[in-house]
């Protein structure tokens, strides 16, 4: 069970709202309801009213008759003092139908009524399911505003092809059923949804490679942001592995530890433990390159030198692109771009495409307080749907919500697209004998 806000605007789809409440409400979610003015026209509050148990709001400046409550929950014992505790206390924030002059405001954080208001106050997933006339949804203007809205990372739900409303058009525009709907926000719900039994592995330091019997070509991770990442999957229920190469900080509570000491040792743990991961977040700062013919012994001072021998350097074996190669369907793949100056998103962009993986965690290592061998990180997660976020100067663990929380994001999306995939398949007919615009 989970608080699920509602947010209705103007268009004929409002009527699968009122089926999209009630089918929430009886899997056992307590749900509010926000319209916008012009929803009223088409579905009246009363709806609403009946099917959650709750008073349904569309004006900013009407008092909450049950002071920001969802249902199920104990009075309030005061008006609470901003008229947005609804969205402040959403688990998930649903906007079905989203109008194309809905979505507009969203894309450029207007805020001029609550369900607007609402959306920029909510910290939860925020899940927008459009539903308009084909061309207005195929304008470059509305188009452009999604694109914007899911570099946010807000979940886009595609809309259905169909029969619209307007006499003989067919085209996408189309809500998706209820059922969808409220599967996409079962699948995005509360930060540990989803992660129990799912099986993480991370990797976590940075390798070393051998000169000869004791030197060898290292670089400063400590280990602090896999850690990071596998203390908060863990804490999320996940079944956590890391493969940690020359950690220097200690192993989170909970989780399983293989140590490594170079790529190649790196690469044959991850080859082993990727096959049964759903997830694997790449953490780990894997040398690009090794010493040729490390010494057999202690290389001495005496000794012809070293280059060309022990520090002629080759390549190693790209570990996270050999795993992306032979990857199945469903698992998240995520890399880290350490990036030394230079236009890093540019960079991590690339990696995104060269490395065939779901998402990018850029980092610029030039800055000394963040990234290697640093308590803190700022980084841009780069993600394959287009979607862009930024996780400004914070402690790692910050850094891994935000990770864990783009993984989950990127999970319920596939779930969605599969919810999408078999609809069209066994749904297309059933859904084209119903009308509506953009319904
Ligand atoms: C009969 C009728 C049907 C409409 N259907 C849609 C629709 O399906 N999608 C849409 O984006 N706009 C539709 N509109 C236009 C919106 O209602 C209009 O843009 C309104 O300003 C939306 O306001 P809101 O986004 O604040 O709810 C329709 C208008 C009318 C009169």
């Known amino acids: 069970m989970a608080r699920l806000l509602l947010g209705v605007s103007g268009g004929v789809a409002a009527y699968k709202a009122l089926e999209t ?185 940075g390798t070393r490679e051998p000169i000869d019997a004791v030197r060898y070509i290292g670089n400063r991770s400590s280990g602090r942001m896999g850690f990071a990442l596998a203390a908060e999957a863990a804490s999320r229920g996940a079944d956590v592995t890391v493969v940690a190469a020359a950690v220097t900080v200690p192993a989170p509570p909970g989780v399983a530890v293989v140590e490594v000491q170079t790529a190649a040792e790196l690469q044959r743990a991850c080859d082993r433990i990727f096959e049964q991961s759903d997830v694997l977040l790449m953490a780990a700062a894997v040398a690009d390159f090794r010493p040729a013919q490390p010494g057999l012994g202690k290389v001495k001072k005496g000794d012809p030198p070293l280059a060309p021998g022990p520090l002629e350097l080759v390549l190693t074996e790209d570990v996270i692109a050999g795993l992306a190669a032979r990857r199945r369907p469903g698992q998240v793949l995520v890399a880290f771009a350490a990036e030394h100056g230079g236009d890093a998103i540019a960079e991590g962009v690339c990696k995104l495409e060269r490395k065939d993986v779901d998402a990018v965690v850029v980092n610029d290592v030039s800055r000394p307080e963040i990234g290697f061998d640093a308590a803190d990180n700022e980084v841009v997660i780069l993600s394959r749907d287009g979607a862009q976020r930024s996780v400004s100067l914070a402690g790692k663990e910050r850094v891994a919500r935000a990770v864990l929380d783009e993984v989950q994001r990127l999970r319920a999306l596939e779930r969605t697209d599969e919810l999408q995939r078999g609809g069209e398949r066994d749904g297309a007919g059933r859904e084209r004998s119903r009308a509506g615009a953009g319904a």
């Open 21 to 205: 409440a009630r089918l929430a409400v009886k899997r056992g979610h307590a749900v509010r309801v926000i319209q916008t003015p012009a929803s009223t026209r088409f579905v009246g509050a009363a709806s609403f009213q009946a099917l959650t148990g709750a008073p349904v709001l569309s004006d900013e400046f009407e008092r909450d008759p049950d002071r920001g409550r969802y249902p199920g929950e104990p009075p309030a014992e005061r008006t609470p003092i901003s008229h947005l505790a609804l969205a402040e206390r959403a688990e998930v924030y649903l906007i079905a139908p989203a109008s194309a002059n809905t979505i507009a405001k969203l894309a450029h954080g207007q805020a001029d009524n609550l369900l607007t208001a609402a959306a920029l106050a909510v910290t939860c997933p925020l899940i927008v399911a459009p539903a308009m006339n084909d061309r207005m949804y195929a304008h470059p203007a509305t188009q452009a505003n999604l694109e914007l809205l899911r570099r946010r990372g807000t979940v886009v739900l595609p809309p259905g092809e169909g029969e619209l409303a307007s006499h003989g058009e067919h085209g996408p525009g189309r809500l998706p059923e209820p059922e969808r709907l409220v599967a996409s926000c079962e699948a995005l719900l509360s930060r540990g949804a989803g992660w129990a039994g799912t099986r993480v592995l991370v990797t976590a330091g």
